[in-house]
Structure formats: C-alpha cells, structure tokens
C-alpha cells in the first residue's frame, strides 16, 4: 500500500472513531434530568465571567460551544468540578473545542513544514502521533478542571478545620452560636473563609440557621465535613445540646485528619522521588563501567 493509500485509511478510521464517540457521547454523556434538578444553587459570591476578561482560546472556541453542549458535555461530573471552581460551563467548553483544534490541526502544519525541508516521516507512525496528541489535548482542560477542583476541596477541608477550632475558642469565650460563626469567619480573607463568611451572611440576611448554609456549602463544594459540623450546630440552636464538646472533638478530628493528609502527600513525594535517584544512579554506575568493561572487550 502507497503512502496516500495509508494516509486515506487513517483518516477513514479517524472518522469512524470519531463518528462512533460522538454516538457514544450522546447516548451516555448527557446527564439527566433529574441530575440537572438535583445541582446545588451556584455561589453568592460574583463570578468574574464577563466577556471583557476572555481569553484567546475561549474567543476562538466558543462557535464550539453548541456543538459540544448538544452531545452533552459537561457531564455531571465536570459540571460539579466547574461549580467547585467556580467557572462558567460555555467559557470550559470553548476552552476544549480550541484544544481539540490545535490537536487536530498542529501535527499536519508540523508534518507539511517537515515534508518542506526534505524530511519524509513514515505514513502509519505519523497518523498514530496524530491521533494521540489529539486525545491528549482534548482531555487536558478536564484534568486540569479536576486537578484544580481537588486542590479547592483540599483548601475548604482545611479551612473548615481553622473555622472549626476558632468557633470552640469563641464558644469557651461565652458567645453565643451564631456569634461564635460569625467571629470565626471573619479571621481570615482566604477564598475558602470567604465562601464561609458570605454563606453565613446570606443565611442571615434570609433568617435561615446558619448550620443549614454550612451544609449546603458542603454539598456545593463536594465536603461532606460540612455536614457533621451542620449536624452538631442544629443540635445546639434546635434542642439546645452543649456544643462545645462535640465541636472539640470535630476540630480536633478535622486537625489530625489535615496533618495526616499532610504526611500522606509527603510521603508520595518521597517515593516518587525514589525512581529519579535510582535511575541517576543506575546511569552513574554505567558511566563508571562503560570504560572499563570496553576496555576488556577489545582486549580480547
């Protein structure tokens, strides 16, 4: 087979693929209604999503958007990381429609500047290159999204700790519970005590319990601490139970529990740091060896 022969049967494969995965997306992909019903309302706090502030890559994608949203992206997993994150679902998806065309038009352009200056690349290697670059850039913005939406669950974790240990300190000072919430969170201007401040301000101006806000600032964010703190505050502000035991021990759980992360995170780093040492090693010890075992084979 000639090399256009290779090249028309990759493209035809490349489009059954996609073809098959659009298929795939749209029977599976879309999440239902009942998923769509069941979201928590999105944050008090303003979004910073105007059109002023966009950048190049969610210009150049968004005529992608109704594209990508009729086969039901984001699922309801990326649509749950995206409202941890708070960012705009149309702005994700322009943002990947331009990743996927840079995977499916860079390698051409790299081939054809390739080809100009006289060097040929095999047909088959080339469409498979092809092919997983396209993949890796189409997958990329949902990585990035998850990995930035662990690490924003992992800071409100933390936070909550901090918040938790405070309200004690409040609670054993005499105030009382919804003072002893709100001198809490105003110690600190970090994002996530921000969203805490601003769910017990809302709560308030709404006459609502402030322990009802902190649960459903847990299920928005994914922390279900939110709940077990929620649970011990309506004790207190509904049968009247003494709360600062119980919310004690919850800070001091929620303490042992943020440094034995701590550790565990530490210790991944340390093995992972195990393999790069070894293979420096490995490659010290062949640097040493090479001459000499050369040495010995000529000599025979």
Known sequence: ??????????????????????????????PSLAERLAEPAPPPAPRRTTEGDAGFASRLGTVG????????????RTRRDL?????????????????????????????????????????LSSALAWAVFAVVTWVAPDLA?????????????HALAGF????????AGGAGVTGALTDASGTSGSWAMTRIRHALRAAALNRR?????????????DVPEFAELSASLRLAGSDGA???GSLAAKARSL??????????????????????VVLLFAGFLLLLGYPALSLVLSGL
């Not at 994150?85 to 860079?106: H, M, W």
């Not at 240990?165 to 409040?170: G, I, M, N, R, Y």
Request: net charge neutral.
């Open 145 to 157: 999204l998850r990995d930035e939406a662990r690490k924003r669950r992992e800071s409100m974790r």
């Open 242 to 244: 003494r709360v600062r």
């Open 65 to 76: 958007v109704p594209l990508l949203s009729a086969i039901g992206l984001p699922t309801a």
């Open 83 to 123: 409202q941890v994150c708070e960012r705009d679902a149309a702005r994700f998806l322009a943002e990947k429609f331009t990743s996927l065309l840079l995977g499916l038009a860079v390698p051409p352009l790299l081939g054809a500047a390739l080809t100009m200056t006289g060097l040929e690349l095999p047909a």
């Open 1 to 30: 087979m000639n090399i256009d022969g290779t090249l028309l049967a990759a493209a035809s494969g490349l489009l059954v693929g996609v073809g098959l995965w659009v298929v795939l997306a749209v029977r599976f992909a879309r």
């Open 209 to 221: 319990p402030p322990w009802t806000a902190l649960g459903e600032l847990g299920e928005r964010y």
């Open 255 to 276: 303490r042992t529990q943020h440094l034995a992360e701590l550790d565990a995170d530490a210790q991944s780093a340390t093995e992972r740091m195990s393999l790069p």
């Open 164 to 171: 938790a240990d405070l309200v004690v300190v409040s609670l």
